[in-house]
Each structure stands twice: as C-alpha cells, then as structure tokens.
C-alpha cells in the first residue's frame, strides 16, 4: 500500500466496463505488470469479480478512488448484502436515482458511514487512507478487534491497527498518512490483506 486519492465520475464506469474478468483471467490490464506493488491486491480482487477493468484492458491502479467508488468494492469484498429500505438515506447531496444508493442505505443502516455533519455525503469527492480503512474495518466486522486507545482524532485507532496489521506502508519519514488520498490499486491491495487476517 503506497499513495491514495479520488475518482471522478468517468472512473466510476469501471464498475460496470467489461474488461479483465474473473476466474481463470486469461486476459489481464495492460497497467498492472507482475511487479507492480499491487498486483496481488489487484488480481485477488478481479479474480473474485469485485473489480472489472475498462474496455482498453488497462485497470489504472494510480487513479484515485472516490467515496462510494470504495464503499462499492468495500461492501462486495466484505460480502455485506445490500438492502433498499422504503425512504433512501436523506444526505443532500444525492441523487436516489444513481446506481450506490443501495451501497449507502446498506452502509448507514450497518453504521459504516454517517457522512457529515451538514447532511452531506461528497459521494464523488476523494476517499483518504483512514476512511476506506475504517469502512473496511467496519464492514468486515473487526471492530471489536480494534485497539482500546483514546485520542481527540476518530481515526486513530484504525491506524493503529492498521499499523499492527501492516496494512499500510509508512512514507520515508514514518508517516502513515492518514489524510493521503487513496488510488485504486492501493485500496485492492488494503481490502486483499484486511481479508487475508484471522477472524
């Protein structure tokens, strides 16, 4: 896990763009070469069908992700069934029309996300380290796991616990980040090791 960052709305049609399948993958992204830090995050995801590439076979591992762009990939890795309750979830800046509705009626309803404090969600905007690392952890049913540490800053114990884990690399100086944005192939290569843990 390196670098981080967001997903403009063209990104968001990799969800759906035929590309690199799953299974035996005869075909593979023109981008992701066997030594690429996150091939194996980037395989195991493709070849559990949770992630597809576009239609010119690459996967883009340095693009940034955004908010429901990882909450997707989150919830399908961690096999969490979706549900469409009668009244979406009223953040104001969501169209119930879009396709991650369901992903975030399902997420709030798991208390997974609240979005912010003025009633939105930035669905389109930049998801950083300690999100998709608290969604993921959420999501996968490791709070419990998490370290008892008390701290003014929300994310800390899922850093920490990242940290004990090897979740995430350290920049040159020992920083984890927090704040970093996050890109495609680091978050494949994050939700890879999360589920490779024990129970």
Same mark, same amino acid.
């Given at each position: $896990? ?16 035929? #590309? ?10 023109? &981008? ?18 949770? /992630?597809?590439?576009?239609? &010119? ?10 908010? /429901?762009?990882?909450?997707? $990939? ?5 096999? /969490?069934?979706?549900? !469409? ?9 969501? &169209? !119930? ?7 975030? *009626?399902? !997420? ?10 003025? #009633?939105?969600?930035? @669905? ?10 608290? $969604? ?34 350290? &920049? !040159?100086? #020992? *920083?984890?980040? @927090? ?5 495609? #192939? ?14």
């Amino acid at each position: $896990m390196k670098s981080l960052a967001l997903l403009s709305t063209i990104v968001l049609s990799v969800m759906f763009a035929p #590309g690199v399948t799953s299974g035996a993958l005869s075909s593979w992204y023109t &981008d992701v070469p066997d030594k690429d830090a996150y091939h194996d995050g980037i395989y195991y995801m493709t070849q559990a069908g949770f /992630v597809t590439g576009y239609e &010119d076979s690459t996967f883009l591992p340095k693009n940034p992700v955004s908010r /429901v762009e990882a909450l997707k $990939m989150i919830l399908s890795a961690a096999e /969490v069934e979706l549900v !469409s309750p009668e009244y979406p979830t009223p953040f104001t800046d969501i &169209d !119930s029309a879009q396709w991650y509705q369901d992903y975030l *009626d399902t !997420s709030v309803s798991l208390e997974i996300i609240s979005g912010y404090p003025d #009633g939105t969600f930035k @669905p389109l905007e930049t998801v950083n380290r300690a999100e998709a690392l608290k $969604m993921l952890v959420l999501a996968s049913n490791k709070k419990s796991e998490l370290p008892g540490i008390e701290s003014d800053e929300w994310y800390t114990a899922y850093m920490a616990y990242a940290t004990e884990h090897a979740l995430l690399v350290p &920049d !040159s100086s #020992g *920083d984890y980040i @927090p704040g970093a944005t996050l890109t495609r #192939g680091e978050l494949a290569d994050l939700i890879k090791y999360l589920q490779s843990l024990k129970p």
